[in-house]
């Protein structure tokens, strides 16, 4: 028997769906015929995909399995699909690009201005996840390339990265905060004051974590946790709270001189920035041209941004 997609599909229904029923009617099919698909499944592949019991059906650990690998084939199927109609003219082109909030602002604006002159028929759809999340998403096919923290050397082979740019994170407070009339070491001094962080395992309070630990000091006392930018910069305005944001990062407000910039002696540009998309797969023409483009974005600011960042392209 060879593997139809539409077994893969009534397969991977039934597992979102988490019963044969409800994955029928999410296919618009009937019950028998998706039960059947899973029958022939399970007897070609020669194991159980599910368990079956009062409350439902749950994958096996084969089934879960089989459940990342399908999902990867539909997914290539469908995008297949799309690029021969927009090879056709039938649709027009589309580009998904993942981003981290905290870079959603920086480069890509630039850099999908520039793309759309040259590239009118192609759409650009920007999605911002969370980075425990976006690299899942890449794999699960749901971007064509993603603008964020690059992994280690020892990165998932199934994963393709090009290193823009080093960075670090930057302090912000209001523009007449007390911390600038102190006595003392600076660095020291602003653990006298509550912080606005992001969440444990982002890169950025992990960095000054370690910068603290480092130096022998106490951790920041965090009256905050957040991952939202404005709510963050709205924070720090009203307040003597300590916030941190990527160093490349300039907002309106400190252009304004709303916010004031601390760039503590010892933070060292070290967390890589670059994009990543999947090695198994082949790239659009439309996504190859946009990440050019961001490319050149880079180069444009390399000048701008020459005492903020350390590019590498």
């Excluded at 998403?137 to 690059?150: E, M, P, Q, R, T």
Aim: glycine content about 6%.
């Amino acid at each position: 028997m060879t593997i139809e997609l539409r077994y893969l599909r009534h397969f991977a229904a039934a597992v979102e769906e988490g019963g044969m029923g409800r994955g029928a009617r999410s296919l618009n099919i009937s019950q028998p015929g998706l039960t059947r698909s899973i029958r022939l499944l399970e007897e070609h592949l020669k194991v159980t995909l599910f368990e079956r019991g009062t409350k439902g059906i749950t994958p096996t650990n084969y089934g879960i399995n089989f459940y990342s690998r399908a999902k990867s084939i539909l997914a290539e199927t469908e995008r297949a699909e799309v690029e021969i109609t927009e090879m056709r003219g039938e649709t027009e082109s589309l580009v998904t690009v993942g981003a981290l909030p905290s870079q959603a602002n920086f480069v890509l604006p630039e850099a999908t201005v520039s793309f759309l002159k040259t590239n009118e028929q192609t759409r650009v759809k920007v999605i911002q996840k969370a980075r425990d999340e976006i690299l899942p998403s890449l794999l699960a096919g749901k971007f064509d390339f993603i603008f964020c923290i690059l992994d280690p050397v020892d990165a998932d082979q199934r994963v393709t990265q090009s290193l823009l740019f080093y960075d670090r994170p930057s302090l912000i407070v209001r523009k007449a905060h007390p911390v600038f009339r102190a006595k003392g070491e600076l660095f020291k001094k602003l653990l006298d004051y509550q912080w606005v962080l992001p969440r444990p395992e982002a890169d950025q309070r992990l960095y000054i974590n370690t910068c603290y630990a480092n130096a022998g000091l106490a951790l920041p006392q965090i009256a905050v946790e957040c991952q939202t930018t404005p709510y963050l910069k709205s924070l720090v305005m009203q307040s003597d709270f300590i916030g941190v944001l990527p160093t490349n990062f300039e907002s309106v407000e400190e252009s304004a001189g709303l916010i004031r910039t601390i760039d503590p002696e010892g933070f060292e540009n070290s967390i890589p920035f670059g994009i990543q998309y999947r090695s198994d797969r082949p790239i659009s023409g439309s996504a190859q041209r946009l990440i050019r483009e961001i490319e050149n974005a880079c180069r444009a600011m390399k000048q701008k941004l020459v005492n903020r960042l350390d590019f590498r392209i």
